[in-house]
């Protein structure tokens, strides 16, 4: 199965089971390389089926990497997907799963127009 990097815009490939390519995934700081780990289930990527949770960080994830200081397209990037962690946030909240994101938004670089917990 082909499976590349999701960090906005990388094509490298990568393992299915893997977030991403190695440069991408130690650009993370280490609290979201961990919160990927805990939400992470074996299987996901066979059965297409990731938890609410999981694609509350997975999106975190993609849009620190897409964070650029100084770029306008890069902040506006890293907004969307921002914006769609915390729509996957919710989601999982009002499932009863708890906050994904919880300790992890207050560790992102500034980005215009982002909405903020």
């Not at 815009?9 to 805990?38: D, E, Q």
């Not at 299987?43 to 949770?53: A, F, I, T, V, W």
């Not at 964070?67 to 915390?86: G, H, N, R, S």
């Not at 994904?100 to 903020?116: D, I, R, T």
């Amino acid at each position: 199965m082909s499976h590349t990097c999701h960090a906005h815009g990388c094509t490298r490939a990568v393992p299915p089971a893997m977030w991403g390519c190695r440069t991408h995934w130690f650009s993370l700081p280490k609290n979201i390389r961990n919160a990927v780990y805990r939400e992470y289930r074996p299987g996901q990527e066979d059965d297409k089926q990731p938890s609410l949770r999981y694609m509350a960080v997975q999106r975190l994830a993609v849009a620190h990497t897409a964070f650029k200081p100084y770029d306008e397209y890069a902040a506006y990037v890293a907004a969307y997907y921002t914006t769609e962690a915390l729509v996957w946030r919710e989601k999982a909240i009002k499932a009863g799963q708890g906050d994904p994101l919880e300790g992890l938004l207050s560790k992102l670089p500034p980005v215009a127009g982002a909405v903020s917990a």
